[in-house]
């Protein structure tokens, strides 16, 4: 065979690719080709923090193939026409592509196979490039897919990896196929200030970093709000830049208590990939309903706002949406504090903060966003559907000091220590001093309003 196609979607890049190795075992020349895909944007999805980072992952590869002898191929437009186009020009049999997971991706996936064959090519589709083991290959014997983690964990702790591949040597491409112009972050209006860099070479840059470093630690700062001791690597599996499965075999190397809880982690991450695989329709339906009645967006609008604007009156929440605004991240553990409060204190549709989170996220991912914003309003896999999260409580274990807070609300840098936390105990003479808000809700009176429409008494 003389041309393959390679379609590159959520696996940026060049180490530990499947669909890339195949690709050059089976032709002599290849066609690396990315898609700007029009129905995403359709969808609302291709924000600006998410359009960046993409920029700067597509710049890296077109780098490290053109190290190579190669080059990445651009296009813009619907994906199957612009895959059967490079097709016809390349006059390529095959085309390897990753497996997807979300209702879009397989429909895409489908039209591309159906496309493909009308015409006598093949789609070959690989498991295991986006999770580290693939949906759909640990089962129970009762279903199609696990509903609770704990099990889930045991099984997938058991799964034999398929081995970690290395980067190509040289790649070939034809040189007359033609490519759009590729993105550049410059050219992406609206993106947070703070938005870290992406692409390959900085994702194995920060693995490196984290392997060697605070990797041994995570089990006792995991949730150090202040210290900020997680991996960051979060944006670079959403995108792609590093394997989960690579990810995992040097994960499993380190050992210890900190590589155990980090490599658990990725499990919930491949956990979640593999109901929504099961249960599409989980992306924007309740996976367990239980008969809510949410306030309407128009009798929480002002509270809405407020949780958006990080203007609550409760500093452990305004300080995680503002850090939101302004890196297009936040920590795990104030991602649980903020979508609590406003599904189980202010009483708004889960629907709503994952929406949100999605405007700004760069490491927005379908599965993981809209599944933990499930968990946590009770509507999802959590075995303890009205488990409530109180943000003074956690504020003061998690940040015990204020420092986390104050980093993000210089309007209370004066308070001390602790005191942050709870700014309404002021006197008034003093309170006024602080352009900060009462709170916008009573936690005793958001609990009560939750228990009476979820019908708890």
């Known amino acids: 065979m003389n041309v393959s196609v390679v379609l590159f979607t959520s696996d940026l890049r060049l180490h530990d690719h499947p669909p890339?190795?195949?690709?050059?075992?089976?032709?002599?020349?290849?066609?690396?080709?990315?898609?700007?895909?029009?129905?995403?944007?359709?969808?609302?999805?291709?924000?600006?923090?998410?359009?960046?980072?993409?920029?700067?992952?597509?710049a890296d590869l077109d780098a490290g193939l053109r190290r190579?002898?190669?080059?990445?191929?651009?296009?813009?437009?619907?994906v199957v026409?612009?895959?059967?186009?490079?097709?016809?020009?390349?006059?390529?049999?095959?085309?390897?592509?990753?497996?997807?997971?979300?209702?879009?991706?397989?429909?895409?996936?489908?039209?591309?196979?159906?496309?493909?064959?009308?015409?006598?090519?093949?789609?070959?589709?690989?498991?295991?490039?986006?999770?580290?083991?693939a949906p759909g290959a640990v089962t129970p014997q009762s279903s199609d897919h696990f509903a609770v983690f704990t099990p889930y964990h045991r099984h997938w702790a058991r799964q034999p990896l398929r081995d970690v591949l290395g980067a190509?040597?040289?790649?070939?491409?034809?040189?007359?196929?033609?490519?759009?112009?590729?993105?550049?972050?410059?050219?992406?209006?609206?993106?947070?200030?703070?938005?870290?860099?992406?692409?390959?070479?900085?994702?194995?840059?920060?693995?490196?970093?984290?392997l060697r470093g605070e990797l041994a630690q995570y089990a006792r700062n995991q949730d150090d709000l202040a210290g900020d001791a997680?991996?960051?690597?979060?944006?670079?599996?959403?995108?792609?830049?590093?394997?989960?499965?690579?990810?995992?075999?040097?994960?499993?190397?380190?050992?210890?208590p900190g590589a155990d809880a980090f490599e658990r982690q990725l499990a919930w991450r491949d956990f979640h990939y593999q109901v929504l695989a099961a249960r599409p329709q989980a992306a924007t339906v309740d996976y367990r309903p239980r008969n809510d009645r949410w306030r309407s967006q128009d009798e929480a609008a002002q509270e809405i706002t407020a949780w958006k604007e990080g203007r609550t009156g409760y500093p452990v929440i305004d300080a995680a949406m503002r850090q939101l605004r302004h890196e297009g991240w936040m920590h795990n553990r104030v991602r649980l504090l903020t979508a609590s409060f406003l599904t189980k204190t202010l009483y708004v549709d889960w629907r709503v903060g994952a929406r949100h989170f999605l405007r700004f996220l760069v490491d927005g991912d379908i599965a993981n966003n809209q599944l933990n914003w499930q968990w946590v309003a009770g509507t999802g896999t959590d075995t303890r559907p009205n488990r409530i999260f109180n943000p003074l409580a956690q504020a003061k274990r998690y940040d015990p000091d204020g420092t986390y807070v104050r980093r993000w609300l210089p309007?209370?840098?004066?308070?001390?220590?602790?005191?942050?936390?709870?700014?309404?105990?002021?006197?008034?003479?003093?309170?006024?001093?602080?352009d900060y808000p009462e709170p916008v809700v009573d936690l005793s009176e958001g609990l009560a309003r939750f228990k009476h429409f979820r019908g708890l008494g």
């Not at 066609?31 to 980072?53: E, H, M, Q, T």
């Not at 591309?112 to 295991?128: I, P, Q, W």
């Not at 209370?412 to 602080?434: I, K, M, N, Q, T």
Request: aromatic share 4%; with cysteine; proline share 6%.
């Open 68 to 78: 190579r002898g190669g080059r990445l191929v651009v296009r813009h437009g619907d």
């Open 411 to 434: 309007e209370l840098a004066g308070l001390p220590g602790p005191s942050v936390h709870e700014p309404w105990r002021l006197p008034a003479h003093e309170r006024a001093a602080y």
């Open 230 to 256: 997680t991996s960051r690597l979060s944006a670079h599996l959403h995108f792609g830049t590093v394997s989960a499965v690579e990810l995992v075999h040097r994960t499993r190397r380190v050992r210890g």
């Open 81 to 133: 026409a612009q895959v059967c186009d490079v097709v016809t020009q390349a006059d390529a049999d095959e085309v390897h592509m990753a497996a997807g997971v979300t209702r879009y991706a397989q429909r895409r996936e489908e039209r591309l196979r159906e496309a493909l064959e009308s015409r006598g090519r093949h789609l070959y589709s690989h498991d295991s490039v986006v999770t580290a083991v």
């Open 20 to 58: 890339l190795r195949a690709a050059l075992d089976s032709a002599r020349e290849i066609v690396p080709l990315f898609v700007c895909d029009d129905g995403i944007i359709d969808i609302g999805f291709a924000v600006p923090n998410r359009r960046a980072f993409l920029a700067d992952c597509l």
């Open 168 to 210: 190509p040597r040289v790649v070939r491409v034809p040189d007359h196929v033609g490519s759009d112009e590729m993105p550049s972050r410059d050219d992406v209006p609206g993106v947070a200030e703070r938005l870290p860099s992406g692409g390959e070479t900085e994702a194995r840059k920060r693995l490196t970093a984290w």
